[in-house]
């Protein structure tokens, strides 16, 4: 843990082990903090927090661009933990880095645009204008899934806008945050400005969060159920709130699209992170007059896919993050068969001596999917590709929007009135016109509905974490 700028190393009673979740093998010992810790850390940032709120927007700039510097010179070691501790494939551990890194990048430059504006009076002797404020002091809570890039699309904008920050990582992934903690650290981040506790048990810290009056904002990224309790609880001490939360994804493939090129994008979207993303696929609608040369390409790509340990050479299917998800996984494809699903590959753990002590399933397509599977409804977070196809007489956006979810949807089509018209009518936060990436530090990302609440990223991730004080003035 970090706490005030010291580090607190682990002692055989107070400590928990990270696993590599593709051996099962135990990495290192981590503190396990608690309520009290919590508390400690909620006083350095606030004790900090005066002094960090009116350092000049160009020192934090400064400061946020030599921790861009620092993580970067260490993206390889970074990269290497991350394969190991989470299990995605170095070359997109790597990537990931590199997109934590732009979040330093992107908020040190936006520390300077923090503009209030001039408004004008329908009384002539009165002016408006409006200032920006920091918050105050930030906790934030991130998920194992994207264990770096998590953590700092919520401390950059922070810092850049003068907050202090309490974060407590994912049990999952703690050497993760403990790597991001320390390349900041020795980036200049002063004492007390960024606070990080780790903990076996996320539910004593949380409880500190939402009820301490000394935390005037709650940033979370993970699951609807968690989001949902932490909003309500802090709304007893109106903390300010955003929440990055769980999506189900719809992938359409219009019959004007190139069943081939979208079946290449459909496998590379939903297998990247073993489909533990949040704007992974998880209902790819296409249309029935090319059903057919979809699924053979993309269960053509899908078995080619080799499953192991991210930091095997040729790897791109590491392991889930543990024994439950695999569970999950394989519930949601035995139901799915029995409700008349096909499995075109995959469809089964994979238990060969290699993927024993690891949480491994194998890469899965299923056809014919229908709305009455659970699949069709809840997020898989796994390596399952559910193929839906679709005829002109349905109303496909319909069909696209009846979740409870609203994060990510893409859409395969060559017409630019097709493209308007998802635009417009898909209800989700993020979408993708043949084009399955459609993130980055510079654009905002959230989601409607159960997906949760506010933006990260872009303009709009600033002002997450700033207030807007109007002032009138009377000339006299
Ligand atoms: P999770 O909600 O179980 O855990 C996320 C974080 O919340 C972890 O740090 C965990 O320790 C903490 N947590 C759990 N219970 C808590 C409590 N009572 N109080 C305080 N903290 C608590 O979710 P997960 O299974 O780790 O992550 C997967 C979910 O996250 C998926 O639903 C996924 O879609 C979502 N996710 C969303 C985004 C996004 O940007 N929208 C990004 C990544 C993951």
Sequence with gaps: MFINGEWIIPTDENSFWSYDPA?????????????????????????????????????????????QGTVMERAGEMANLMSREQGKPLKAALN????????????????????????????ADQRFMTVKAAVGVVAAITPWNYPVSMITRKIAPALAAGCTVVLKPAEATPLCAIAMFEAMSDAGVPKGVINLVTAQDPAPIGEVFVNDPRVSKITFTGSTRVGRYLASAAGQTMKRISLELGGHAPFIVFPDADPVHAAKGAGLVKFLNTGQACISPNRMFVHESIYQPFIETLSERTQKLKAGSGLEQGVSIGPLVNEAAVEKVEAQVKDAISQGAAVVCGGHRLTEEAFTNGSFFAPTVLSNVTPEMEIYREETFGPVA??????????????ANDTHYGLAAYVYTKSLSRSYEAMEKLRFGIIGINDINPTSAAAPFGGLNDSGLGREGGIEGLEEYLETKTVGLSLV
């Design 23 to 67: 051996t099962g093998k135990r990495i290192a010992k981590v503190v396990d903090g608690g309520a009290q810790d919590a508390e400690k850390a909620i006083a350095s940032a606030t004790e900090a927090f005066p002094i960090w709120s009116q350092t000049t927007a160009y020192r934090r700039a400064e400061i946020l661009k030599d921790a």
């Design 96 to 123: 990931e880095v590199r997109y934590a890194a732009d979040f330093l990048g992107w908020f040190s430059e936006e520390a300077k645009r923090n503009y209030g504006c001039t408004i004008p009076s329908a009384r």
């Design 386 to 399: 559910a193929v839906i196809p679709f005829s002109d007489k349905d109303d496909i956006f319909a069909m």
